[in-house]
Nanobody, 123 residues
Framework: VQLQASGGGLVQAGGSLRLSCAAS????????MGWFRQAPGKEREFVAY????????YYADSVKGRFTISRDNAKNTVYLQMNSLKPEDTAVYYC?????????????????WGQGTQVTVSS
């Protein structure tokens, strides 16, 4: 599975962005997909994951109620809709695929990673 994240940019606090992650490979629809982020000088942290069917989602407390993860298996794409953005959301955002479907928040559980897309939220 190869992943390509896009949709990042510069936005003012309170604004919105939608990230996309396009996947290649026939097995995309079988994998749990996750979004992570990494701010400068900090470790990569979990943001959200979604089950292969889209029926189960899970969010980090810091984004719950503001971010929504979704997927379109027909388009091999997973999305992250980010609303009410805050300066502390500034980071490089990565999508990832978990081929074992472990429903994990751990970086080490994900096998395939996209290249990352920068999100910058100004105050």
């Amino acid at each position: 599975v190869q992943l390509q994240a896009s949709g990042g940019g510069l936005v003012q606090a309170g604004g919105s962005l939608r990230l996309s992650c396009a996947a290649s490979g026939r097995t995309f629809s079988r994998h749990v997909m996750g979004w992570f982020r990494q701010a400068p000088g900090k470790e990569r942290e979990f943001v959200a994951y979604i089950s292969w069917s889209g029926g189960t989602t899970y969010y980090a407390d810091s984004v719950k109620g503001r971010f929504t993860i979704s997927r379109d298996n027909a388009k091999n794409t997973v999305y992250l809709q980010m609303n009410s953005l805050k300066p502390e959301d500034t980071a490089v955002y990565y999508c990832a695929a978990d081929q074992d479907n472990s429903y994990s928040k751990s970086v080490s559980s994900y096998d395939y990673w996209g290249q990352g897309t920068q999100v910058t939220v100004s105050s």
